[in-house]
C-alpha cells in the first residue's frame, strides 16, 4: 500500500486525574526526521516517545505536541530556612530595643524576608504518567497513519492515471517513428531534384537517409521509455516504501523523454513529446509526496 508523507493525527486520552492530549502532523523530508514537543517532565521518556512513533513512519518531517493536564503532574513543597529566619528575628529584636519601636513582629514580616522561605517543584512519580503517554501517542499516530494511507490510495491512482497516458503516447511516436525516415526521403529528393532538375544520384540520396535514420532511430528509447513505465505500475502495488525507487523511475523516463524530443526531426512526435513531459512533471509533483 502506497503511503503518503503528509497527514495529520489527534488523539485525547484521561485516567483519573491526568488528561494528555498528543497532535501529530508531518511535511515532506527525504528521510525520517522526528521532533517532539513536550512539557518539561517527560522529557525522561522522549526516547521512548519517538520509538512509539518510529513504528509508524520511514519518511517525512514529523511534529508531535504533547499537552499533559491534571493535578499532581508535578509536587510543590516549601523549604524554610530556619537559621536564616532565626538571624532574621534576632536583628528585629535588636532593633525595636536600639529604637524604642513599639511594631510587633508577624509572620508576614518573617516569611517576607529574602531566602527565609522557597518553593520547591518536585516531579511525581512518572509510571502512569508514562503509560497514559505512550498509549495516547500510539491513538495519535493510528490516526496519523490512517490519513496518510488514504491519501497515498490517492496518489497512487493519480500517478497510475498519468502514467497510462504516457504509455498510449508511446504506442502512438512508435506508429509514427518509421514514417519519420520515409518523409526525410521524401523532402531531401524533392529539394534535390528541385535544384538538379530531375540528375539526382539515388545513391547519395539513400546514403543521406540512411545515417539520418541511424541519427533519428529512437526505438531503443522508446523500448526503454515503455520499460519504466511498466516497472513504475509495478511498484506503485509494493507493500514496503516506494518513494525513492518512484522518483528514480520518473528521473530515467524523463531522460528517455528528452533524447526521445531531441532525436525524432518531427512535428507530431515533438507534440507528442511535449505531452508526456507535462504528464510526467505531475507525476514528479506526486512522487515527493510519496513515503
Known sequence: M???MTGYGRAKKEVGHLRVIAEVKSVNHRFCEIHVRIPRQLTVIEDKIKKAINKYVQ?????????????GIVKRNVEVDWSLMDHYFQLLQQTKERY????????DHLFNLEGVSSVVEEEANTSELEVL?????HLAMKQFRAMRETEGEQLSKEIQ?????????????KELAPSVVDKYHERISSKVNEYLSGAVDENKIMTEVAIFADKADISEELIRLRSHATQLLETL???????????????????ETNTIGAKANDYTIASYVVEMKSYLERI????QNIE
Request: proline residues 2%.
Open 133 to 137: 503517554v505512550i498509549d495516547t501517542v
Open 237 to 255: 502495488n509494493q507493500q514496503n516504501p516506494v518513494g525513492r525507487k518512484l522518483d528514480f523511475i520518473v528521473q530515467e523516463m524523463n531522460r
Open 59 to 71: 519518511r517525512g518531517r514529523i511534529e508531535l505536541f504533547l499537552t499533559v493536564e491534571g493535578e
Open 284 to 287: 514528479k509533483e506526486q512522487v
Open 161 to 173: 492515471e498519468q502514467t497510462l497516458h504516457i504509455v498510449n503516447l508511446v504506442s502512438k511516436i
Open 2 to 4: 502506497m503511503i503518503s
Open 100 to 107: 524604642a519601636l513599639t511594631d510587633e513582629i508577624t509572620l
